[in-house]
């Protein structure tokens, strides 16, 4: 006969639960590197089987406690860099050129990729998905525009949208007008 030895406290268990440390994140239980309670079934049956979790032994929950302090000073710096760089683009003033009418209602419309290309060409390392707003820019003016780096750190930028050169429209009292002769 041969013996299989399966891994303590889950398989067989009579136990009403068994500890298994997530090795990916599973939808309605926890994230990756969690120490979640299930039923012997359920860690027995499918999240071995898949690999989507392991026994949570004394020397995995050390592990994770590492782990988890490392992943923590990681993102301490991380923020730190983004508050810099909010600092940095609060201070900062965006100008986008866009072709509108006569009321100052654009053709178009401006919205996050174009903030973020031009927070870009200045210098400043803005997605798009970290630009918020409302909805798109329709008409020429200033705005104040919320950015979110981090759900720690927020920061606000002004944009300027101004008509572009070639697209201004001049009302007929600022046409030069030429004389005669």
């Known amino acids: 006969m041969v013996h299989v030895s399966r891994p303590r406290g889950v398989a067989g268990s009579t136990n009403s639960s068994a500890e298994v440390l997530l090795v990916h994140d599973v939808e309605h239980l926890g994230k990756r ?13 499918y999240l071995l089987p898949h690999g989507l979790a392991t026994v949570a032994t004394e020397e995995n929950k050390k592990m994770v406690e590492l782990h988890k302090e490392k992943l923590k000073a990681i993102e301490a710096s991380r923020i730190r860099d983004l508050t810099k760089i909010a600092e940095a683009v609060s201070k900062y003033s965006a100008t ?3 072709n ?4 100052n209602t654009l053709y178009g419309s401006v919205v996050a990729r174009d903030i ?3 927070l870009k060409a200045a210098g400043h390392k803005i997605e798009p998905d970290h630009v918020k707003l409302d909805g798109p820019i329709k008409e020429l003016g200033m705005y ?4 979110k780096l981090h759900e720690k750190v927020q920061t606000e930028v002004k944009v300027w949208v101004v ?8 009302p007929a009292s600022f046409r030069r007008i030429e004389s005669p002769g």
Not at 33 to 45: D, M
Not at 100 to 103: E, K, L, Q, R, Y
């Open 33 to 45: 590197g969690e120490i979640v309670k299930v039923k012997p079934g359920y860690a027995r049956n």
């Open 96 to 98: 986008i050129e866009a």
């Open 100 to 103: 509108a009418t006569a009321d």
């Open 116 to 118: 973020s290309d031009a």
């Open 144 to 147: 104040t525009v919320k950015l």
């Open 163 to 170: 008509p572009s050169a070639a697209g201004v429209w001049w």
